[in-house]
């Protein structure tokens, strides 16, 4: 019998591979692993219980409750949003309706859900993704604040450096100067 695992913490395509890899190590037939989730069949003697302690040598976790598995849904669309928008620029859809119709339900019940299981708002989670991003692209030194504003879909680098500095407090500038890269693990936000 075929059963979808949601998996906790899984932000990019390495993680995919390393949930693969650690269900292949247990015997587990894998139907399909994407971002949050995985559809398995069970072999015998593997429990729920046993995933679970194997997954969260990685950081990952199961999550059976409705409201945590609508929050990493969440997360997972936030990402795909930050996609959209790379590949969309100022064609690209609002916040608002992407995520409602990535998930299917009401954008207000949606944002109420990840509010309460995660402390802060969608929006902000949005934001501080963003910042991460620009941080990300800053590090690459490959596109100049001006192309990295318009990749993400800023208004202006004026609005990017604001957003960036209430974010970090770091101009831009401060940030690319500094010798340690000081950036967070997409999972922790």
Request: overall charge positive; hydrophobic content about 40%.
């Amino acid at each position: 019998m075929t059963t979808t695992l949601h998996i906790k913490n899984m932000v990019c395509p390495r993680c995919i591979l390393v949930v693969e890899n650690e269900l292949k190590a247990l015997g587990v037939d894998i139907k399909d692993v994407k971002l949050g989730y995985a559809q398995v069949v069970l072999p015998q003697g593997i429990t729920l219980p046993i995933v679970d302690d194997k997954l969260k040598e990685f950081g990952f976790e199961l999550i059976f409750e409705a409201d945590s598995i609508l929050a990493e849904e969440v997360k997972t669309a936030v990402l795909a949003y930050l996609k959209h928008i790379e590949q969309e620029g100022k064609e690209a859809k609002k916040l608002s309706d992407f995520i409602s119709s990535k998930i299917g339900k009401n954008y207000n019940y949606i944002s109420k859900i990840f509010s309460k299981q995660t402390g802060h708002t969608l929006e902000k989670y949005y934001i501080l993704l963003r910042v991460e991003k620009v941080k990300e692209l800053l590090d690459y030194a490959q596109l100049n604040v001006s192309e990295i504003a318009l990749q993400l879909g800023y208004s202006s680098v004026h609005y990017l450096s604001n957003q960036f500095r209430r974010i970090t407090g770091l101009s831009i500038s401060d940030y690319k100067k500094r010798i340690r890269i000081d950036r967070g693990f997409l999972d922790d936000l």
